[in-house]
């Protein structure tokens, strides 16, 4: 069956530490794939995509790695803050369509 | 740029009544809309593709005669829950992707509706 999971319901770590939230599918061929960050109570915000021939990507304090092999997305972090607290979540394409990972949520603590 | 609108943030109606649902993309066009629904500690489950001047195509399970869809344009797109009962209450959100894009092909996320049946 085709699954995206996402590697932990919750992730805790320290302040001006790396955060990296995985992303692994299974029985899709996605072009491409798409990262968001949901705050409670809101929708999601598009963070960065990355395409099935890029290795990496980055934007800012954000980059993210896709290996179509492992059929895996990372999503770094780095110098973390408490205002990147949320939910991220992972998306792919499926004909023409998004279809969501189940979302890490993700405490930055001071 | 690229901003999505819902009305309205939350409603609370009684079982059997119906509810509608807008979405709008203030700053552009978008051929097809997204809806979906998103129970709490969930992630978001794909309920519809809205297209502009056709039928929506619904996914498995949805039951397109209870949710119905209306793309009247370019920019707006509505979802009427009809007859709700109360586990119709959910978090729906809707998303478009412009039609005339850079090539890229995020979507654009509205702030969502809180739908609470009593």
């Known amino acids: 069956s085709q699954k995206i999971e996402q590697n932990s319901e919750a992730l805790n770590i320290q302040e001006g530490k790396t955060a990296t939230l995985t992303c692994n599918y299974t029985n899709y061929s996605p072009a491409y794939l798409q990262w968001y960050r949901q705050d409670p109570g809101r929708g999601p915000v598009f963070l960065l995509l990355i395409r099935e021939n890029e290795k990496e990507k980055r934007k800012e304090r954000l980059k993210v790695t896709f290996d179509t092999t492992l059929k895996q997305s990372l999503f770094h972090i780095t110098a973390s803050q408490p205002a990147d607290s949320a939910t991220y979540l992972c998306?792919?394409?499926?004909?023409?369509?998004?279809?969501f990972g189940t979302g890490t949520r993700l405490q930055v603590f001071p | 740029g690229a901003v999505v609108s819902q009305h309205p943030s939350w409603v609370i109606c009684k079982s059997g009544t119906s509810v509608k649902i807008e979405c709008r993309s203030l700053d552009f066009q978008a051929t097809t809309m997204f809806w979906y629904r998103q129970f709490p500690k969930q992630s978001l489950m794909l309920m519809a593709t809205?297209?502009?001047?056709?039928?929506?195509?619904?996914e498995q399970g949805v039951e397109k005669d209870k949710f119905l869809i209306n793309h009247a344009s370019l920019t707006l797109s509505t979802l009427t829950v009809t007859s709700a009962h109360p586990e119709d209450s959910s978090f729906y959100i809707c998303?478009?992707?412009?039609?005339?894009?850079?090539?890229?092909?995020?979507?654009?996320f509205g702030p969502g509706t809180r739908l609470t049946v009593t």
């Open positions: 998306a792919l394409d499926n004909t023409d369509k998004l279809i």
């Open positions: 809205s297209n502009e001047g056709s039928k929506a195509t619904y």
């Open positions: 998303s478009a992707h412009p039609l005339y894009g850079t090539g890229s092909y995020e979507q654009y």
